[in-house]
């Protein structure tokens, strides 16, 4: 999963583009839920949220770190096809 820093500013770009409605607003900023976010394995070649991101504030969350794997696996999961 990736997170989402302190560094956002609550500008809502991200949370429209992510394929798993993995993102939504939070306390002091939009957070990512890590069981929705496959790093957009299996939507996209890149992170969307990190595409559009304008300060650069989506990292990997090393509290949740997975391979290509685990992420594909949460993939079909959350798509139904597991
Ligand atoms: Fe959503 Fe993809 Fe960003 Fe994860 S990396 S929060 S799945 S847009
Ligand atoms: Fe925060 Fe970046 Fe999302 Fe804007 S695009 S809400 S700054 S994480």
């Not at 790093?39 to 969350?61: A, L, M, S």
């Not at 949740?64 to 597991?82: I, R």
Request: glycine share 4%; charged share 25%; hydrophobic share 30%.
């Amino acid at each position: 999963s990736l997170k989402i820093t302190d560094e956002c500013i609550n500008c809502d770009v991200c949370e429209p583009e992510c394929p798993n409605g993995a993102i939504s607003p939070g306390a002091e900023t939009y957070d990512i839920a890590p069981e929705k976010c496959t790093e957009c394995v299996g939507h996209y070649d890149t992170p969307q949220c990190v595409e559009v991101c304008p300060v650069d504030c989506i990292i990997k969350d090393p509290a949740h770190a997975e391979n290509q794997d685990q992420l594909w696996a949460k993939f079909q999961k959350l798509t139904g096809n597991a």
